[in-house]
């Protein structure tokens, strides 16, 4: 039997208890159904059971005080033992998602991922535990701001998350418990009407991911940058990537992200040469992909000096 996951991420005192509580007494949710409760971390927050409907009867507790004890064949005992019919999970915030995701069972399936903030400090997190954050944030469906006031800056908080996921709905909650949903637009900063889209060095990591998860809005238009050249042997004749290394929290993330272009220049070009790229973006296999994806049809391509930051960043 399929046992659908509701998991809430955030870091201590974010909210999580207190939102994953609301959620219990809802009758809508809880309906009797045997629920497994899962508890990573122990903040100020206590469970209230008689808050509940059902008496709480049907709800079974599990507490984990180590990301290691995390294991596909513990959880598995916690379901058969409650009947659990579906799991609500508090994530402890200082734990990667990789060991809860690698603990599942087989039959366990995730349907919502939440992330929980504290408007007020998710700005010091951000800034001294970015990679924890970021871990966070890439995969989380619904980004809930809590606490929020007149001060917060909703502007920064939503350009954080958006430097890591464009799809992640974000909705802010005030202190009296209402829920208002981000309306701040993310325009590109370049324009994709122009006959040939100017992508600045700053700009690649977005143009990158944006052409990732919506190729299709660029399938014809014809796009210059600068990128930098790698070659290799497998790769048909004719063809190059060039792309950069872009960082997407840190330092171990850095990656190499490039599109295969194809020119008939490919030869006069060594890897780690910098190039300055003209070209139509058309949507072809590539063994580089392996896969269909968006490959540069060049109209111009010559050597150029490095920018002035080598590594593409949000």
Not at 271 to 283: F, K, Q
Request: charged share 25%.
């Amino acid at each position: 039997m399929q046992i659908p996951v509701y998991l809430f991420t955030g870091f201590l005192e974010a909210g999580k208890t207190s939102f994953i509580s609301e959620t219990l007494t809802d009758s809508q949710f809880n309906d009797g159904d045997p629920i497994l409760v899962i508890l990573c971390e122990e903040g100020e927050t206590e469970y209230d059971l008689s808050a509940y409907p059902h008496d709480a009867r049907n709800l079974t507790f599990a507490r984990f005080d180590e990301a290691e004890r995390l294991t596909p064949d513990r959880l598995a005992a916690l379901a058969k033992r409650s009947k659990a019919k579906r799991v609500m999970v508090e994530y402890n915030g200082m734990w990667m998602l990789d060991s809860f995701y690698n603990a599942l069972p087989e039959e366990w399936f995730v349907v919502q991922e939440v992330l929980i903030a504290d408007a007020q400090t998710f700005a010091v997190y951000n800034a001294n535990m970015r990679q924890l954050v970021y871990d966070k944030l890439q995969s989380a469906e619904t980004v809930v701001f809590n606490r929020v006031d007149s001060s917060t800056d909703r502007e920064a908080l939503h350009k954080a998350v958006r430097g890591a996921s464009r799809n992640a709905a974000i909705l802010f909650e005030d202190t009296e418990g209402n829920l208002t949903p981000d309306t701040i637009e993310d325009p590109l900063p370049y324009d994709l009407q122009a006959p040939v889209v100017e992508i600045a060095d700053t700009d690649y990591a977005i143009f990158y991911r944006d052409i990732a998860e919506d190729t299709e809005r660029y399938i014809g238009k014809t796009v210059h940058f600068r990128g930098i050249v790698a070659r290799d042997e497998k790769m048909p004749a004719g063809t190059l990537a060039v792309g950069r290394h872009v960082m997407t929290c840190c330092a171990e993330d850095i990656s190499y992200r490039a599109f295969c272009a194809k020119t008939a220049k490919a030869k006069q070009f060594r890897t780690r040469d910098w190039v300055l790229v003209t070209g139509t973006v058309v949507l072809e296999y590539t063994p580089l992909y392996g896969d269909k994806g968006p490959v540069l049809a060049v109209t111009e391509i010559e050597k150029t000096t490095p920018p002035e930051q080598e590594l593409a960043t949000f």
